[in-house]
């Protein structure tokens, strides 16, 4: 086996995470097609020569994205405040104002739009699971994957976040993405930190979609050996993401070296990894002999590997995207429900799936009338 980012066959196995769904955010319509989602295994492993961890049985075949899949968080205040400080910051950086602007993977158009309003610019991106309808006139939106996009891509600024740990062979679509580009196009990429896995404990972020996680390390590796010259590489949305600036250069790039601090997480990260699953088994198996009535919070990426690790007992899930409401958790079959529903079966226990929302729910709690225990996952 060789890592998907620098093709090294100096690769050590993590952590066996076994059968998970295949699209965790796919809306199941009830509760046995929930139930009945496809399965594909997961077995992380960790590239020592660049600092990557992926999934070394992934099966790209099987996951196929449609409109059916919902993954927006535009939902929440506080990432849409996060999205809209982004978009200010890239607007002033890059000096984007009447530009024109490109975003790989732009879903359903939130970013883009953000992007566009914060400078006066045009905007044009593309997603398969685009369902249409975004009715901002700046944009041109079509729904279509990155190979389907016939010709040269011309903007003063490609942005992509959170596509590239969706792809089985990374090195190769920066690769493609920067041949389309003209020599000293900006590109700016956000991924999931596997940092916050390794280094704090984040593992509900590990999902069968995610092929890879990229380190500040292997991020730099796919982005010099694509011919994309790095610039800078910053953490953000409390240490969740990575944001990487680079250009499109024509001179070609020499890789970073590894990370020694990496490899040592690496190492301890099985242990890390069963110690949390066994002590969330236990504290919902102490809830559940007590009759608690416990609901999670957050039916996400994060929600949806909490419930199939550990959360089978879980009697509900909250979100606030509308969309989700009245939907099922693919793999387990719980209700997506709205906060309010909570008013009608209060918890005893709620269980926050991200630690960037805590006051967020807390407050939406404290609004309803409750004072349900709270703990983060
Ligand atoms: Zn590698």
């Known amino acids: ?3 998907p980012v620098c093709k090294s066959a100096d690769v050590l196995d993590l952590v066996d995470v076994g059968d998970m769904p295949i699209l965790c955010n796919e809306l199941c319509p009830t509760e046995e097609v929930a139930r009945e989602v496809p399965l594909g295994a997961i077995q992380l492993c960790f590239c020592r020569n660049c600092g990557h961890v992926f999934n070394g049985v992934f099966d790209g075949s099987k996951v196929e994205y449609s409109p059916d899949y919902e993954n927006s968080l535009h939902c929440s205040g506080m990432f849409q405040r996060y999205a809209d400080d982004l978009a200010t910051h890239l607007v002033e950086r890059y000096d984007l104002r009447n530009k024109r602007v490109i975003e790989v993977g732009c879903g359903q158009g939130d970013f883009l739009s953000s992007l566009c309003a914060a400078g006066d610019n045009t905007g044009f991106g593309f997603d398969p699971s685009y369902q249409g309808g975004n009715d901002d006139p700046r944009l041109t939106i079509r729904p279509l994957s990155f190979s389907e996009v016939e010709g040269k891509l011309v903007g003063d600024l490609v942005c992509c976040r959170h596509v590239l740990e969706h792809i089985d062979e990374p090195t190769k679509f920066l690769r493609a993405l920067a041949s389309k580009l003209e020599s000293g196009t900006a590109v700016v990429f956000e991924v999931p930190n596997v940092l916050f896995t390794l280094r704090d404990g984040g593992i509900w972020d590990i999902i069968y979609e995610h092929c890879g996680y990229f380190s500040p390390s292997s991020l730099r590796h796919a982005f010099q050996l694509a011919g994309l010259e790095v610039h800078e590489l910053e953490e953000s949305f409390n240490g969740q993401f990575l944001v990487v600036h680079a250009k499109v250069s024509d001179t070609v790039l020499t890789a970073a070296s590894e990370d020694a601090s990496l490899e040592e997480l690496a ?20 809830a559940h ?26 009697s509900a899930i909250v979100d606030i995207n509308p969309k989700k409401r009245g939907k099922f958790v693919a793999g387990t079959g719980q209700p997506i429900v709205a906060p309010e529903h909570l008013v009608e079966y209060p918890p005893a226990l709620v269980v926050i799936m991200n630690p960037a929302y805590e006051t967020e729910i807390a407050a939406s709690l404290r609004k309803l009338g409750l004072e349900p225990r709270l703990l983060v996952a």
């Open 289 to 314: 002999a007590e009759g608690a009535r416990v609901v999670a919070w957050g039916a996400g990426s994060k929600g949806n590997t909490f419930l199939n690790l550990v959360g089978k007992g879980v």
């Open 1 to 3: 086996m060789s890592c």
């Open 267 to 286: 190492a301890s990260f099985a242990d890390t990894y069963r110690d949390k699953v066994s002590q969330w088994r236990k504290e919902l198996g102490d």
